[in-house]
């Protein structure tokens, strides 16, 4: 039987850089730290999703936005702003991304976004 002090070794030894490579960070990390009662160890895990859901419908109320806007609302319009752009989403099916197109109507470049102008 392996224990999680064996596997959490076992993995430390197989991702020896994981602690400074970027793909192995959380994006968004809890502000507070866990510690190990036995080693001391200290660490982070990932923030709750609900925590940047909050975030995100508090700060909406404040730009006195009154559409609907969600974190996958943010998702949409970034990924429709790639389109825009001439970006390719990397899906492996092509008909993945035609969700956000039928905001473009005029091909990938027919429609500028207003942070264009800023």
Not at 14 to 28: C, D, P, T
Not at 72 to 96: C, I, M, P, Q, W
Not at 110 to 116: A, L, Q
């Amino acid at each position: 039987m392996v224990t999680a002090a064996l596997r959490f070794h076992l993995q430390d030894r197989k991702y020896a850089h994981a602690s400074r490579e970027w793909g192995w960070q959380y994006g968004f990390p809890q502000t507070k730290r866990w510690v190990n009662g036995k080693t001391g160890e200290q660490g982070r895990h990932h923030v709750d999703p609900s925590i940047v859901q909050k975030a995100i419908k508090s700060t909406v109320k404040q730009a006195g936005i009154t559409k609907p806007a969600t974190s996958h609302t943010l998702r949409n319009s970034f990924a429709t702003h790639l389109l825009e752009d001439g970006y390719e989403l990397g899906h492996s099916d092509v008909k993945t991304p035609r969700i956000y197109t039928h905001v473009l109507n005029r091909g990938g470049r027919g429609v500028k976004s207003p942070m264009d102008s800023l």
